[in-house]
């Protein structure tokens, strides 16, 4: 098993270094895409396996992943990577047209409300 300066495994350093690539992946997949990929390569992983599939997935915002695999969800890496790719596009068109989406701020307490005397 390959493992980096540190101890970690590749499989450790990969995933690391995707959620470091997903904080950029909003606006520019294109980029996501290509450095996910060298990461791969890099790691001696292959795109084609369920893993790294799951590696690819777990990069992207959870919306676009909840779109992804909506029936009928892809069963490749190549399949995923295009359907992110119409997704992100779909969204940055929508950004365009709409501006982008603003969510209202949260209470600290969610919308859990206590009901008094149902716990203990």
């Known amino acids: 098993m390959l493992r980096g300066a540190s101890g970690e495994t590749v499989g450790q350093l990969v995933k690391e ?25 890099l790691a001696g992983y292959m795109l084609g396996n369920q893993e790294t599939m799951g590696f690819f997935l777990e990069g992207l915002p959870r919306s676009v992943v909840e779109a992804i695999l909506i029936p009928p969800a892809p069963d490749t890496y190549t399949a995923s990577k295009e359907k992110a790719i119409q997704i992100m596009r779909s969204k940055q068109i929508l950004d365009q047209i709409f501006g982008p989406r603003k969510f209202p701020p949260q209470s600290s307490q969610g919308n859990f409300q206590r009901t008094p005397g149902f716990w203990p």
Do not use: M
Not at 17 to 38: C, H, L, M, S
């Open 17 to 41: 270094k995707v959620g470091v690539i997903a904080e950029i992946v909003t606006p520019n997949i294109n980029q996501y895409i290509n450095d996910f990929e060298k990461l791969v390569r």
